[in-house]
């Protein structure tokens, strides 16, 4: 049985919480907390699995909270964030929270979160040794980019993303089956990026690895990177190099 803790100030908010898990029989209640003092002992106390955390508490916020657990020997739980506040959500995708839920949320929307944190908290249980070295020597590449889409807030896993083209102030983020605008920078965007995994072809493109299924000349020596889907992006003389670099490894 997976066990969570919910921290929020309001009862109202601990109570919607408890109705919601009561769909998922996978996680049991270990325990509330109203205030961050409550919070830190009770998940010191109880070492939870999973911690639903508001970001306005009455003494201390959210990342305040996390930032205190994280000080002592202690793993800390997977978290979910639960707040009316959609100006945290960058925040809590630095500090790698599972996801962040804008109140008020449907049973739906609880029900992905809730399960892309069972899923964490398995692969955790399976194989912690793993996970304790990935925790202590963990990647300075980013795993997520979290951005505003249709009114919501999504966290999209970069290994989902099939490649990145700039469009004047923008990029464009294309996965298989949908793309997304964000106001970014390609050159701040490829420092978040493993450049193990994404490569700049162009200067105003970046592939993934992953999803290239080959490089064919083209005209004038020029070269086209095909991927997977059948999409074609051009390649540059200028990052040749690059590509055949990752080609001689």
Do not use: W
């Given at each position: 049985m997976i066990q969570a803790v919910l921290a929020d100030d309001e009862v109202l908010a601990r109570q919607k919480l408890r109705q919601l898990l009561r769909e998922i029989p996978e996680i049991e209640v270990a325990g509330e907390g109203a205030t961050a003092a409550e919070t830190i002992?009770?998940?010191?106390?109880?070492?939870?699995?999973?911690l639903?955390?508001?970001?306005?508490?009455p003494d201390m916020d959210g990342f305040d909270i996390v930032g205190e657990l994280s000080n002592g020997s202690q793993s800390l739980p997977c978290i979910i964030f639960t707040t009316a506040?959609?100006?945290y959500a960058l925040r809590a995708f630095e500090i790698n929270a599972v996801d962040y839920l804008l109140k008020p949320f449907?049973?739906?929307?609880?029900?992905?979160?809730?399960?892309?944190?069972?899923?964490?908290?398995?692969?955790?249980?399976?194989?912690?040794?793993?996970?304790?070295?990935?925790?202590?020597?963990?990647?300075?590449?980013?795993?997520?980019?979290?951005?505003k889409s249709k009114g919501r807030i999504l966290f999209l896993p970069v290994s989902e993303i099939c490649w990145?083209?700039?469009?004047?102030?923008?990029?464009?983020?294309?996965?298989?089956?949908?793309?997304?605008?964000?106001?970014?920078?390609?050159?701040h965007l490829e420092e978040?990026?493993?450049?193990s995994t994404f490569l700049r072809v162009h200067r105003s493109s970046i592939?993934?690895?992953?999803?290239?299924?080959?490089?064919?000349?083209?005209?004038?020596?020029?070269?086209?990177?095909?991927?997977?889907?059948?999409?074609?992006?051009?390649?540059?003389?200028?990052?040749?190099?690059?590509i055949k670099y990752w080609l001689d490894r």
């Open positions: 002992d009770l998940v010191r106390a109880t070492k939870p699995d999973l639903f955390l508001d970001v306005r508490m506040y959609d100006r449907t049973l739906e929307r609880f029900r992905a979160a809730t399960e892309r944190a069972l899923q964490q908290i398995k692969a955790k249980q399976q194989n912690p040794h793993a996970h304790a070295a990935k925790s202590q020597n963990g990647s300075p590449y980013t795993t997520r980019i979290v951005f990145i083209g700039a469009e004047e102030n923008y990029v464009r983020i294309c996965t298989q089956s949908e793309t997304h605008l964000l106001r970014e920078t390609m050159a978040k990026l493993d450049p592939v993934n690895l992953q999803y290239v299924k080959e490089v064919r000349p083209e005209v004038d020596g020029e070269y086209g990177v095909l991927l997977n889907n059948g999409q074609k992006i051009s390649m540059s003389r200028s990052y040749r190099s690059r």
